[in-house]
């Protein structure tokens, strides 16, 4: 891959069939400093009711990125993310519990013929039009035991969910209305119609529920994250891994609503070339996913990437917004900063420490173990004690979750001399400096 010649700009239109497998061909390489523009596909359900799919989503072909070694990072400055979807589908699930062997999103199978991981097709609309192809028997392992189909004004501000003769409507025309890329073999959910929550209004704040670097061992993509990787140990499908196996994550489905157009991703580099890869877009959610799904939607997003030499971390490092920072965490101005100088020199104390925020992502088998993990990431990489961690945390930072069942964010002021000799100092300046003026 290193032998080919690196592009400024990498452009992606082609898609997985769910698997992140460290052996399959990347796409580029793009060069270090370079651009990569994706079509991505819709996320969580449109692959949950199309069970040729092994992953429970369809993320981009991961692109190598020139430069990037194991144990490097990779800073990816998240440009747009614009979502190209007219109306989707999403709510609460059920099982059909005949149609898959142990994981309804990686090893679907017919309940009436047996066939694993069939082809499917669609057979007019609602909720048993996914067919097989074999048979011709009903096939989603998944249904929507509370769904909503929602559709989004021109300028991409608001959604208005529809009642059931609105969604009929679109779902006759499933493909069109959700703008599904033309690579993708996902049916597109909208042909369920799932209307029972009428007339509820929604702003818009896209973001990727996918953005991440290949993990160093194959995953579902949708399991390459502490809480849904869970699923994979002792799995009695071809995917099954141990749980000393799951340190091969890089925790790219993270379902994170601040991972939006102007923040920034330090990702984990476990594979040469980094492989980046992306998609499940949202258009929005709440902290926390507590439906287990939200608003997906096709996008078409832009990224520029950088590789940060040696840095080491263990799992993602997020850059939010300013105004994405938990209260606590954003700096001091420079207003408060005089304050906190006299203070400190009524009370002899000599210096009050200048520091900026990082947010260390941290996932688990459930939100007490994602906590965990989020802290010990930071205490390694900062060489600081897990009890200072926990204290900088507790004072000048916040915990925050991203998904249910165990993706978190632990967000805290990190003092500037150890950003700067981890190399990142640049980049939190950049993203933060124009707060301490």
Same mark, same amino acid.
Request: proline content about 7%; some cysteine; charged content about 15%.
């Given at each position: 891959?290193?032998?080919?010649?690196? &592009?400024?700009?990498?452009?992606?239109?082609?898609?997985?069939?769910?698997?992140?497998d460290?052996?399959r061909?990347?796409?580029?390489?793009?060069?270090?400093?370079?651009? /990569?523009?994706?079509?991505t596909?819709?996320?969580? *359900?449109?692959?949950?009711?199309?069970?040729?799919?092994?992953?429970?989503?369809?993320?981009?072909?991961?692109?190598?990125?020139?430069?990037?070694e194991?144990?490097?990072?990779?800073?990816?400055?998240?440009?747009?993310?614009?979502?190209?979807?007219?109306?989707?589908?999403?709510?609460?699930?059920?099982?059909?519990?005949?149609?898959?062997?142990?994981?309804? +999103?990686?090893?679907?199978?017919?309940?009436?013929?047996?066939?694993? *991981? !069939?082809?499917?097709?669609?057979?007019?609309?609602g909720?048993?039009?996914?067919?097989?192809k074999?048979?011709?028997?009903?096939?989603?392992? +998944? $249904? +929507?035991a509370?769904?909503?189909? /929602?559709?989004?004004?021109?300028?991409?501000?608001?959604?208005?969910?529809?009642?059931?003769?609105?969604?009929?409507?679109?779902?006759?025309?499933?493909?069109?209305?959700?703008?599904?890329?033309?690579?993708?073999?996902?049916?597109?959910?909208?042909?369920?119609?799932p209307?029972?929550? !009428?007339? @509820?209004a929604?702003?818009?704040?896209?973001? @990727?529920?996918?953005?991440?670097?290949?993990?160093?061992?194959?995953?579902?993509?949708?399991?390459?994250?502490?809480? +849904?990787g869970?699923?994979?140990?002792?799995?009695?499908?071809?995917?099954?891994?141990?749980?000393?196996?799951?340190?091969?994550?890089?925790?790219?489905?993270?379902?994170?609503?601040?991972?939006?157009p102007?923040?920034? @991703?330090?990702?984990?580099? &476990?594979?040469?070339?980094?492989?980046?890869?992306? $998609?499940d877009?949202?258009?929005?959610?709440?902290?926390?996913?507590?439906?287990?799904?939200?608003?997906?939607?096709?996008?078409?997003?832009?990224?520029?990437?950088?590789?940060?030499?040696?840095?080491?971390?263990?799992?993602?490092?997020?850059?939010?917004?300013?105004?994405?920072?938990?209260?606590?965490?954003?700096?001091?101005?420079?207003?408060?900063?005089?304050?906190?100088?006299?203070?400190?020199?009524? *009370?002899?104390?000599a210096?009050?420490?200048?520091?900026?925020?990082?947010?260390?992502?941290?996932?688990?088998?459930?939100?007490?173990?994602?906590?965990?993990?989020? @802290?010990?990431?930071?205490?390694?990489?900062l060489?600081m004690?897990? !009890?200072?961690? &926990?204290?900088?945390?507790?004072?000048?930072?916040? /915990?925050?979750?991203g998904?249910?069942?165990?993706?978190v964010?632990?967000?805290?002021?990190?003092?500037?001399?150890?950003?700067?000799?981890?190399?990142?100092?640049?980049?939190?300046?950049?993203?933060?400096?124009?707060?301490t003026?």
């Amino acid at each position: 891959m290193h032998q080919q010649t690196c &592009k400024t700009t990498v452009f992606v239109n082609s898609l997985t069939d769910g698997l992140l497998d460290p052996s399959r061909p990347m796409l580029g390489p793009v060069k270090d400093g370079g651009f /990569i523009v994706a079509n991505t596909a819709p996320g969580c *359900w449109g692959p949950m009711i199309t069970p040729a799919l092994r992953g429970g989503h369809e993320v981009t072909t991961p692109v190598y990125v020139e430069g990037a070694e194991v144990g490097d990072a990779i800073a990816i400055r998240i440009k747009s993310v614009e979502v190209t979807s007219q109306v989707t589908s999403s709510g609460v699930e059920f099982t059909h519990d005949d149609r898959y062997n142990g994981d309804p +999103f990686v090893a679907g199978r017919c309940s009436a013929c047996g066939t694993e *991981w !069939p082809e499917s097709a669609l057979e007019g609309t609602g909720p048993d039009a996914v067919r097989c192809k074999v048979c011709g028997a009903p096939v989603s392992a +998944f $249904g +929507f035991a509370s769904g909503y189909t /929602i559709a989004f004004d021109d300028g991409r501000r608001l959604g208005v969910t529809l009642d059931q003769a609105a969604a009929d409507r679109v779902a006759a025309r499933a493909r069109d209305y959700m703008s599904v890329p033309d690579a993708s073999i996902q049916n597109p959910v909208v042909a369920l119609a799932p209307a029972h929550l !009428p007339g @509820l209004a929604a702003r818009m704040r896209p973001f @990727l529920g996918q953005l991440g670097t290949t993990p160093s061992v194959t995953f579902p993509d949708s399991h390459n994250a502490g809480d +849904f990787g869970m699923f994979l140990v002792g799995a009695p499908h071809p995917y099954a891994l141990t749980e000393a196996q799951l340190a091969h994550r890089t925790d790219g489905h993270m379902d994170i609503n601040r991972v939006r157009p102007g923040a920034i @991703l330090i990702c984990p580099v &476990k594979v040469p070339g980094g492989g980046v890869y992306m $998609g499940d877009a949202h258009a929005l959610q709440g902290n926390g996913e507590i439906a287990g799904h939200t608003c997906d939607v096709s996008a078409t997003v832009t990224l520029q990437v950088s590789v940060l030499k040696g840095l080491g971390n263990a799992g993602p490092i997020l850059l939010p917004l300013p105004e994405d920072l938990p209260c606590l965490a954003v700096p001091l101005s420079a207003a408060e900063r005089a304050v906190a100088q006299r203070q400190a020199a009524q *009370w002899g104390v000599a210096q009050v420490e200048e520091a900026l925020p990082l947010s260390f992502i941290g996932s688990g088998a459930n939100l007490n173990a994602a906590i965990d993990n989020a @802290l010990e990431r930071a205490a390694a990489l900062l060489d600081m004690g897990l !009890p200072e961690v &926990k204290n900088r945390a507790t004072i000048n930072g916040s /915990i925050d979750v991203g998904r249910a069942p165990g993706v978190v964010t632990a967000t805290f002021l990190v003092p500037k001399a150890r950003l700067e000799a981890l190399g990142l100092l640049a980049l939190a300046e950049e993203q933060y400096g124009h707060l301490t003026l």
